[in-house]
């Protein structure tokens, strides 16, 4: 192996409801290099590994995109896959608040239940002194996570669905924002595996 590169023990979420009950994960050895990204490992496994998986990608990386077909969870968290930093052991899985198409490929237009009890791994602050109601951060968000609602007469944005924010990884409603009265911040990991 050359230097610089690093080898990530990954598990990647299959499962193709055409043929199988129910998803498994299965293991891939993937060398990559320091700067890569969640997705940068996804088309090595396609590419190099496994031509069978499948997974959404749209703008793989470059600027302020308004995209979000690449959310998954990477140790459990709901993040951009094209923004987020490979590290050296993954556990990869297709976004929860959607169905499953085959893989890491969801259906944006088949919504499942919310998950009960589960903690939200970001916190959203929206400043209503600065929210005029525009309603961008709504048309921006690819996992529908906010909605206006009127508070004391005045529509602002409420995040409505903290737990399928992609946090820092994706930002576009706190970018979008032309009040900068949005705020995403990811919340400490510490302690959890």
């Known amino acids: 192996m050359s230097e610089g590169k690093k080898v990530s023990k990954v598990k ?3 499962f193709d409801p055409e043929v199988e009950k129910e998803g498994r994960y299965e293991d891939y050895s993937v060398s990559y290099e320091e ?3 969640v997705m ?3 088309n090595h496994i396609y ?3 496994d031509s069978s998986i499948a997974f959404r990608m749209g703008c793989a990386g470059a600027g302020y995109q308004r995209c979000g077909a690449c ?10 896959s094209c923004k ?3 590290q050296e052991a993954m556990t990869i899985g297709p976004h929860p608040k959607f169905e499953v198409l085959r893989d890491l490929a969801v259906d944006f237009d088949r919504i499942k239940a919310i998950e009960e009890g589960a903690t939200p791994r970001v916190r959203i602050t929206v400043d209503p002194e600065r929210c005029d109601g525009c309603r961008d951060c709504v048309f921006v968000c690819p996992m529908g996570v906010y909605e206006l609602k009127k508070t004391g007469g005045k529509p602002i944005s409420v995040p409505v669905d903290i737990l399928s924010c992609c946090g820092e990884s994706c930002n576009q409603c706190s970018i979008f924002c032309k009040n900068t009265a949005i705020t ?3 919340l400490n990991d510490r302690g959890k595996k």
């Open 71 to 80: 959310a998954v969870v990477v140790n459990g968290k709901p993040v951009l």
């Open 84 to 86: 987020t930093l490979a």
């Open 12 to 14: 990647v979420f299959r």
């Open 184 to 186: 995403v911040q990811d």
């Open 47 to 49: 590419e190099n590994i």
């Open 40 to 42: 940068d490992v996804l």
């Open 35 to 37: 700067g890569n990204s």
